[in-house]
């Protein structure tokens, strides 16, 4: 059971009613993380902040931030965002199958996307450090520099989300993620 309230747009805080309620739009239903985050405005806020910022000036596609919050939940063992994530990259594209080779590890259906995600793996696990080797290799692959440091912000907000389910305890409200 989730530590703090799950609040919806009229009980939540006044600094969070706004964003909550789109929120809620936005996904059908005000989902239980969002809910939880309006809790304390700073953490609903600098989400939604991220996200927008990501929206306005990120080059990754649905398909992509998708894979690598895949990745991120994975590493970091949130269950919640591993299934989140799940239902968003299936809605971005990828396949049930390709969802369970990303969390995994093994992607063999496309080999760009791979080094990418690579990179976010060992940057999760490392505390953002990756191996010059496989930098150059996503260089390689046709990752731009310009995408390779914007991984960090979709590492950031991924870690922000999971360290925040693990905080306070977060109760699933989505289909859960296969298992591996």
Same mark, same amino acid.
């Given at each position: 059971? /989730?530590r &703090? @309230? &799950?609040h /919806?747009?009229?009980? +939540?805080?006044?600094?969070s009613?706004a964003?909550l309620? =789109?929120?809620g739009?936005q996904?059908g %239903?005000v989902?239980n993380?969002? #809910? =939880?985050?309006a809790?304390?405005?700073v953490v609903?806020?600098?989400?939604v902040a991220? !996200? !927008?910022?990501? #929206?306005?000036?990120? $080059?990754?596609d +649905?398909r992509?931030r998708e894979?690598i919050?895949l &990745?991120?939940g994975? &590493?970091?063992?949130? @269950?919640?965002c !591993?299934?989140?994530?799940t239902?968003g990259?299936?809605?971005a594209?990828l @396949?049930?199958?390709q969802t369970i080779?990303i969390r995994? #590890?093994?992607i063999?259906?496309?080999?760009?996307?791979?080094?990418?995600?690579?990179? *976010?793996?060992? +940057? $999760?696990?490392? %505390?953002?450090?990756v191996?010059?080797?496989?930098? !150059? /290799?996503a260089?390689d692959a046709g990752?731009s520099? $310009?995408?390779? *440091?914007?991984?960090?912000t979709h590492?950031a907000?991924n870690l922000?989300t999971?360290?925040?389910?693990h905080l306070?305890?977060t109760?699933l409200?989505v289909?859960a993620?296969? #298992?591996?």
């Amino acid at each position: 059971m /989730t530590r &703090v @309230t &799950v609040h /919806t747009p009229e009980t +939540a805080p006044e600094d969070s009613r706004a964003e909550l309620t =789109a929120l809620g739009k936005q996904f059908g %239903k005000v989902l239980n993380i969002h #809910g =939880a985050m309006a809790h304390s405005p700073v953490v609903l806020q600098s989400y939604v902040a991220l !996200q !927008q910022v990501i #929206g306005d000036y990120g $080059t990754f596609d +649905a398909r992509t931030r998708e894979a690598i919050a895949l &990745v991120v939940g994975n &590493v970091d063992e949130c @269950t919640y965002c !591993q299934s989140a994530h799940t239902m968003g990259a299936k809605a971005a594209g990828l @396949t049930e199958d390709q969802t369970i080779a990303i969390r995994n #590890g093994k992607i063999d259906f496309d080999d760009k996307l791979a080094t990418l995600l690579e990179l *976010t793996r060992q +940057a $999760t696990a490392n %505390k953002g450090s990756v191996k010059d080797a496989d930098w !150059q /290799t996503a260089l390689d692959a046709g990752w731009s520099d $310009t995408e390779l *440091t914007e991984l960090s912000t979709h590492v950031a907000l991924n870690l922000f989300t999971n360290y925040f389910n693990h905080l306070v305890e977060t109760d699933l409200d989505v289909p859960a993620a296969p #298992g591996l």
